[in-house]
């Protein structure tokens, strides 16, 4: 069985940094990409991934086919995007594979820092988001909700049973290694927070365990700043101070959501009186970035952007890769679990269906059977109660069981269209409500089941 | 015998050092080179003394034994280095240094001095002893400004490989040369004052135009112009690695310069 899903887009591992700075997607570009896909019916559920490793769109497609023009286009359109066709750079997953990668995302495993845990909440949010979006029908339907759980699940799983997450191999691990490889002991140094993105936010916790004297704060919104540096105990400074606060540094962390560079050599030079005597550890996790490549030029700036933490993250990869092959077995499991689920969610209705008949038989039989013993206490009432339920629920539980594993197994249809007409489901609208008074009930359940 | 058993087990150490450097960090592998480190200074302790009790002389007049003990000095300094866990890899830059004053006394031949020393006694031992600290200081500041030159570059370059892991932080690496620089000019200032006050008391008179006070000097100066690019306006940490580096090799280029061309070097050191 294909599963009508895809995942188109670019990652770290298809696109340098160059191009991936220019599909990167803030919380309100989000919305609008994902519209525009459902207006241009390209869609019909979908979810878009936007870190600054990846920028990939998961999807339900409203047609069989290939979904990467429609993806391009969105792409292309994107301001500053880069000159030329966007193909080279983008992959294309479908069925099977497209379900394996994001499973393989969530857990870590296709991250640059191979068992990464801050992709599972990037994931997560990107669910989230696209399911609040205001949309007829939902951007998130029953395929891709079950599938986005089913990935959290599967990226929790692999963390909690493998040793994937060990090491410091995380940025902010390998941010906090660096900061270590160039000023030693941690204490007393100071930090400059740019912008309020979140894996700026976890190196910042990192270094701060590692007893930073001071944290900085600054952001677009000064008012954000204020927040996050409440969080930090740190100090808010006004975004337009930055020069003033650059020369009492050692670390500075950058993350804004700016589309141009915010720390240029011109403004550190400038922020300089007198040159440093010390070395300045400038990290530019932002895509697109905010520093100008330039100031690593700079005699005692060490400016490390996501792609130049890739040579050390490679280290540290080595020691997780025995963990990988257990990794992709949970994945492997999770896949074969989400190909149950979607096969599963065909008979959702018709299990749905079975039960409410069921439940309107037994309802409408206890009542008369009630009506005849009259004299029965209100506690031998609650026992036959509680009696027919426990039946009814042994009786369908086998069939129920055997459906869903039945179309697991790829037996679907036959088994969709056998239990529909044994049951009668789908014969009217009101065979789902159970049998009516006015009707006439059978005598004995085999009977009602057979009407 | 002894000195060269000393100068293989340096060797030897060097062996499981470069394996460090190249397979990276392995407890076992730190084991067995600060062990052989440890055993190659204590055989070498126990062939200086066998020199002493062998020739009743110090093994500080002639050119190999003084390299020898000076190379002593050097593996006492990695000792101490071995035993601070935080500086134990700047090993990797001083046992270069060591092997490489061991296997000059040792091609040399690690004789008595061919005639007797000016000055002998607890204050000339004193004296010899302060200023191969000076020396060995201004080595280990030597060996942590290469380090640290190396690492800031790997860092510039963003190369964080084996050897990125290997070298300590640049902060480790400039402490480290900061201790050895004051440690070593204050031992080598010592040895100055006392070499002159002995030579005023025993010879009347100090000649200036003297190998040793010409060498001794210009050592000093060194120490000078290295603290003084240590003060000076921006990236002081970078200036300073690359002075130590460069003042060392003024130190023992003068030194080699001044050994083949002045007169009475037989006894020079």
Redesign the interface.
């Given at each position: 069985m294909t599963l009508p899903l895809a995942v188109v887009g670019v990652s770290h591992k298809t696109a340098p940094v160059e191009v991936r700075e220019q599909l990167a997607y803030g919380p309100a570009d989000v919305a609008v990409a994902l519209h525009a896909l459902r207006s241009a019916g390209a869609v019909e559920e979908a979810v878009l991934l936007s870190t600054c490793n990846r920028t990939e769109v998961y999807l339900h497609p409203a047609q069989e086919g290939s979904t990467l023009h429609a993806i391009e286009r969105l792409f292309s359109s994107r301001p500053h995007a880069v000159d030329g066709s966007l193909e080279p750079y983008l992959f294309e997953k479908h069925g099977e594979q497209a379900i394996s990668h994001l499973f393989q995302v969530t857990a870590g495993l296709d991250a640059m820092v191979t068992g990464e845990a801050e992709i599972q909440g990037q994931v997560r949010e990107a669910y989230q988001q696209a399911a609040i979006l205001d949309a007829a029908p939902p951007l998130v339907g029953p395929v891709l909700n079950r599938l986005f759980q089913t990935a959290l699940s599967v990226g929790g799983q692999v963390r909690s049973e493998t040793s994937i997450g060990e090491g410091t191999a995380s940025v902010a691990s390998v941010a906090v290694e660096?900061a270590?490889?160039?000023?030693?002991?941690l204490q007393g140094k100071r930090v400059l927070l740019l912008g309020a993105g979140m894996t700026g936010e976890l190196i910042v916790d990192a270094l701060s365990r590692e007893g930073v004297q001071s944290i900085a704060v600054a952001n677009r919104t000064y008012a954000r700043a204020v927040s996050l540096a409440r969080k930090h105990h740190g100090q808010a400074i006004p975004f337009d101070q930055i020069a003033e606060v650059l020369p009492t540094v050692d670390i500075v962390l950058s993350s804004t959501a700016a589309p141009h560079p915010v720390l240029t050599r011109a403004i550190l030079r400038e922020s300089f009186i007198?040159?440093?005597?010390?070395?300045l550890l400038i990290i530019d996790i932002a895509i697109p970035r905010d520093v100008d490549p330039s100031v690593?030029d700079e005699?005692?700036v060490?400016l490390?952007n996501v792609d130049?933490l890739r040579?050390?993250v490679d280290?540290h990869v080595q020691i997780r890769v025995g963990a990988v092959a257990e990794a992709d077995q949970i994945v492997r499991a999770g896949c074969e679990e989400f190909g149950a689920c979607y096969a599963s969610l065909e008979v959702v209705p018709i299990i749905q269906s079975m039960r409410i008949m069921a439940e309107a038989y037994r309802e409408a039989e206890l009542e008369r059977l009630f009506r005849g013993l009259g004299h029965l206490a209100e506690e031998d009432r609650a026992r036959v109660e509680e009696f027919s339920r426990r039946l009814q629920n042994k009786l369908l539980h086998e069939p129920t069981a055997r459906l869903r594993q039945g179309m697991a197994e790829g037996e679907g249809r036959s088994l969709i269209e056998a239990v529909c007409f044994l049951y009668g489901i789908g014969d009217s609208e009101d065979s789902r409500a159970g049998p009516k008074e006015e009707e006439g009930l059978p005598d004995t359940a085999e009977e009602g089941v057979q009407e | 015998m002894i000195h060269l058993s000393a100068f293989v087990f340096y060797l030897g150490a060097l062996v499981p050092w470069i394996h460090l450097l190249v397979r990276g960090a392995r407890r076992h592998t730190v084991f067995l080179a600060s062990g052989l480190t440890g055993v190659a200074v204590a055989l070498h302790a126990m062939a200086l003394v066998d020199f002493w009790l062998t020739f009743s002389e110090l093994p500080l007049g002639g050119l190999a034994p003084a390299l020898s003990s000076l190379a002593f000095v050097g593996g006492l300094a990695l000792v101490a280095m071995l035993l601070l866990r935080e500086v134990a890899r700047l090993a990797l830059g001083l046992l270069p240094f060591v092997l490489v004053l061991q296997g000059a006394a040792l091609a040399l031949g690690i004789e008595p001095a061919p005639g007797d020393l000016d000055f002998q006694g607890a204050g000339f031992v004193l004296h010899v002893a302060l200023a191969f600290l000076g020396l060995q200081g201004l080595a280990i500041a030597s060996a942590a400004g290469i380090l640290y030159l190396i690492q800031h570059h790997e860092l510039k370059v963003k190369r964080l490989g084996r050897l990125f892991q290997f070298i300590p932080p640049l902060a480790t690496l400039e402490r480290v040369g900061g201790t050895g620089l004051s440690v070593g000019f204050v031992a080598l200032s010592l040895a100055l004052v006392l070499g002159w006050a002995w030579t005023v008391q025993n010879l009347g008179s100090l000649e200036i135009d003297d190998p040793k006070v010409i060498w001794a000097v210009m050592s000093w100066m060194v120490f000078l112009g290295i603290f003084a690019a240590r003060r000076g306006r921006g990236r002081s940490e970078y200036r300073s690695a690359l002075a130590a580096v460069i003042g060392f090799g003024i130190v023992i280029g003068t030194y080699l310069a001044l050994r083949i061309t002045a007169e009475g070097s037989g006894l020079f050191l």
């Open positions: 660096l270590g490889k160039i000023f030693g002991s007198e040159p440093r005597r010390h070395p690593g005699p005692e060490f490390y130049d040579t050390i280290e | -």
